[in-house]
């Protein structure tokens, strides 16, 4: 295989993972890549997708759309998208210039104090906080149209105890769409359950594809946020 086309599958296997993966993981990833799977056949593109799903607890739906996005963005213009292989080469240089002309350190102060949470927002967890500020996004993206809200409730009927508990707080979402205490008292785990509805329920209004555009954009929206530096959103996937 070509430079340019190992190139393009590091970039295009950092660009996928990147909402799912921290930055050490999304390393990870590319040095799997670059191991075992450099390889040009869809079922070596299957395995390595497999592969980093498994590696890092990435959901059976999500990986299902990685399979299209990964094969999608293989034939797209991959100019603008980095080399993760020259971000970590860049990123060593960098440390050892600074490492060349800084003085030995003092020893090391005490962290500092995390910055308190917005007055309006303080009454919400952070996970919720998170979860607001991602749904909110992904809502604002919606036609006015869309039946989002039974869409979603279809997904969740059955006689689970997991269902019948979606479904009431689906319900209580529905009835205000933009406030979010109803979902006070919820842990990480059973946000991250609604959010897996959620898009499994956008896969089925705009497809797979479009579907994670969605969630790019609204986890790239939620990063641009200072919580996000204390609940990252890719917790809840």
């Given at each position: 295989?070509?430079?340019?086309?190992?190139?393009?599958?590091?970039?295009?296997?950092?660009?996928?993972?990147?909402?799912?993966?921290?930055?050490?993981?999304?390393?990870?990833?590319?040095?799997?890549?670059?191991?075992?799977?450099?390889?040009?056949?869809?079922?070596?593109?299957?395995?390595?997708?497999?592969?980093?799903?498994?590696?890092?607890?990435?959901?059976?739906?999500?990986?299902?759309?990685?399979?299209?996005?990964?094969?999608q963005m293989m034939f797209e213009n991959t100019d603008s998208l980095v080399d993760p292989l020259a971000l970590a080469q860049g990123n060593k240089q960098s440390t050892l210039s600074k490492?060349?002309?800084?003085?030995?350190?003092?020893?090391?102060?005490?962290?500092?104090?995390?910055?308190?949470?917005?007055?309006?927002?303080?009454?919400?967890?952070?996970?919720?906080?998170?979860?607001?500020?991602?749904?909110?996004?992904?809502?604002?993206?919606?036609?006015?149209?869309?039946?989002?809200?039974?869409?979603?409730?279809?997904?969740?009927?059955?006689?689970?105890?997991?269902?019948?508990?979606?479904?009431?707080?689906?319900?209580?979402?529905?009835?205000?769409?933009?406030?979010?205490?109803?979902?006070?008292?919820?842990?990480?785990?059973?946000?991250?359950?609604?959010?897996?509805?959620?898009?499994?329920?956008?896969?089925?209004?705009?497809?797979?594809?479009?579907?994670?555009?969605?969630?790019?954009?609204?986890?790239?929206?939620?990063?641009?946020?200072?919580?996000?530096?204390?609940?990252?959103?890719?917790?809840?996937?």
């Amino acid at each position: 295989m070509n430079h340019e086309m190992r190139q393009r599958r590091r970039k295009v296997a950092w660009a996928c993972f990147q909402p799912f993966l921290n930055e050490q993981q999304l390393m990870e990833s590319v040095q799997i890549l670059e191991r075992g799977y450099q390889t040009d056949s869809v079922s070596n593109l299957i395995a390595y997708i497999s592969k980093i799903c498994t590696e890092f607890g990435i959901g059976g739906e999500i990986r299902k759309s990685l399979y299209s996005r990964f094969h999608q963005m293989m034939f797209e213009n991959t100019d603008s998208l980095v080399d993760p292989l020259a971000l970590a080469q860049g990123n060593k240089q960098s440390t050892l210039s600074k490492k060349a002309v800084e003085p030995s350190p003092a020893p090391a102060a005490a962290p500092a104090p995390q910055p308190p949470l917005p007055e309006e927002t303080a009454a919400l967890p952070l996970p919720v906080l998170i979860f607001s500020y991602f749904m909110q996004q992904i809502i604002a993206g919606l036609a006015d149209d869309v039946d989002f809200f039974p869409i979603m409730l279809e997904h969740v009927k059955g006689d689970s105890q997991q269902n019948k508990q979606s479904f009431d707080l689906i319900m209580q979402w529905a009835d205000s769409p933009d406030k979010f205490d109803w979902a006070t008292a919820l842990n990480e785990k059973m946000l991250a359950d609604l959010v897996h509805v959620v898009y499994t329920t956008l896969c089925d209004i705009l497809g797979p594809i479009n579907a994670d555009n969605a969630f790019h954009r609204a986890v790239a929206y939620c990063e641009q946020k200072p919580e996000a530096r204390l609940f990252p959103p890719s917790r809840f996937f």
